[in-house]
């Protein structure tokens, strides 16, 4: 069996980096194409417009999460939890990564108005939610977490550190006027590089926010809270969708 991509992946692996490149607003078909090396003609062959393959692209992504969750479905449930909010944490230099968070969060604004995106980004949601809340379910079975409202708990953790994603994104650098009201681990406030970002990017602020006010207190009697750091990574890979 051939090792070389499909042209779909190939296609696919186009668009990722034309948004990256161009945003959701400016992205054409021909930047696409010109990102994976095939003609116009060809992406037309296989998509009618620029929302057809931007549309097939969301699916890729979603599918791409939903398999990222698969591979560690038998890790122990506060591994997966830890990992899970690992995966919303990332540095305010990942300018790369930035970028495309950047062109996804354009597509979700189109939710409102463009029922074919809005029905993958309540695939999206429904991932994401049902992924914690069966991590809970699990710990809960396990003894690792005490008996709580699953969904409830599962809204809050996702909508915590998703927000925190779009907040860091959306402010230059991660960066405004409240940062300084922010604590690390170390119980000291996070410093700035020399380029005036924060040292410690505000998603991670967050995620470690949330394992001590939000995760802690679920664990049953006993059971140790994991580093953040150990999560960190371990659903991300290297210039790949997520």
């Known amino acids: 069996m051939s090792d070389q991509p ?19 607003a400016d992205v054409t078909m021909q930047d696409i194409a010109d990102e994976c090396s ?3 003609s060809l ?7 620029k929302e057809d393959l931007l549309v097939a692209f969301l699916d890729e ?5 939903a ?31 930035e970028a495309f ?9 189109q939710g409102p108005f463009n029922e074919r995106i809005r029905e993958q980004l309540v695939r999206s949601d429904r991932l994401l939610r049902g992924t914690v809340a069966d991590i809970l379910e699990s710990g809960i079975e396990a003894g690792v977490f005490r008996d709580v409202d699953v969904e ?12 925190a994603r779009t907040r860091q994104i959306t402010l230059t650098g991660g960066a405004d006027e409240t940062d300084g009201e922010w604590e690390d681990e170390s119980g000291e406030a996070p410093g700035t590089t020399a380029e005036g970002l924060p ?13 001590r006010r939000i995760v802690q207190p679920l664990l049953a009697e006993g059971v140790e809270l994991p580093d953040l750091s150990d999560g960190l990574g371990v659903m991300t890979d290297e210039d790949q969708p997520e």
Do not use: C, N, Q
């Not at 992406?43 to 417009?49: E, I, N, S, V």
């Not at 992504?61 to 999460?65: G, L, R």
């Not at 968070?101 to 604004?109: G, K, M, S, V």
């Open 38 to 40: 095939k003609s116009k």
């Open 152 to 163: 409830e708990t599962a809204a809050l953790i996702v909508a915590t550190v998703d927000g």
């Open 67 to 97: 398999a990222r969750i698969r591979a560690h479905a038998d890790d122990p449930p506060i591994d997966r939890l830890v990992g899970f909010i690992g995966w919303f944490v990332f540095e305010t230099d990942a300018v790369d990564r």
């Open 101 to 109: 968070h950047i062109a996804l969060l354009e597509l979700r604004t």
């Open 43 to 49: 992406l037309h062959y296989h998509y009618d417009t």
């Open 61 to 65: 992504v979603i599918t791409d999460s």
């Open 199 to 211: 040292e410690t990017p505000y998603t991670r602020l967050v995620a470690e926010a949330t394992l």
């Open 6 to 24: 499909s042209a779909a992946d190939e296609i696919m692996d186009g668009v990722y980096h034309a948004l990256r490149s161009h945003g959701y």
